[in-house]
């Protein structure tokens, strides 16, 4: 079946990916092997994400079944997908959570807010009196459309088991 009938849109696919060799190539597969186009690819290897990964931004045009079947096939391949179009993450929360976060595992934290239908978008640590101290930590969220409150009740949860104190949402983080 040809998608020469078939309206092509161009998307953004933002992606996180290990510093290790072979992986852009393993992540560009699913978009090639399910009929994406390539415009564009913005790998930023001077920047880490809070995770310390690597950041990847790629433009590519399909038609919107197969950009969902792109998208699916990149967490298939366990290709952390952070954003995937516009209409995928409508929406976005900020917070603050206090606390342990280091002791805690902010890492998985943020990997158990991801599971949740949510991308982290950004993260600002403060420890002034270093890592064995209670830090902060302002999260920015994007949620699917619809899935705010879900995001958010994950966030409550973690800091409820964590024994983080949360402030929610801040103003000015959901457009």
């Given at each position: 079946?040809s ?12 992606l996180e990916l290990?510093d290790?060799p072979g ?15 390539l ?5 930023e ?8 990964h ?8 399909a038609t919107p079944?197969?950009?969902e079947t792109?998208?699916?096939a ?7 997908v ?5 209409e995928?993450?409508?929406?976005e ?17 943020l990997?158990?807010?991801?599971q949740?239908n949510a ?6 640590l403060?420890?002034p009196a ?10 920015r ?22 024994d ?5 949402p801040?103003?000015?983080g959901?457009?």
């Amino acid at each position: 079946m040809s998608d020469a009938s078939e309206s092509r849109s161009a998307y953004t696919v933002r992606l996180e990916l290990v510093d290790e060799p072979g992986e852009l190539l393993r992540a560009l597969a699913p978009i090639a092997d399910n009929g994406g186009n390539l415009l564009s690819i913005f790998h930023e290897r001077g920047s880490l994400t809070p995770r310390g990964h690597i950041p990847v931004e790629v433009d590519l045009e399909a038609t919107p079944e197969r950009f969902e079947t792109i998208v699916s096939a990149l967490r298939e391949a366990g290709v952390n997908v952070i954003r995937a179009g516009a209409e995928r993450y409508g929406e976005e929360l900020s917070v603050v959570l206090v606390g342990d976060l280091v002791e805690t595992d902010l890492s998985d934290t943020l990997s158990r807010v991801e599971q949740a239908n949510a991308a982290v978008a950004d993260v600002a640590l403060s420890a002034p009196a270093g890592t064995d101290e209670p830090s902060s930590a302002r999260l920015r969220l994007a949620t699917e459309t619809g899935q705010r409150e879900r995001a958010l009740d994950t966030v409550r949860e973690l800091a409820d088991e964590k024994d983080l104190h949360l402030v929610e949402p801040l103003a000015g983080g959901d457009r």
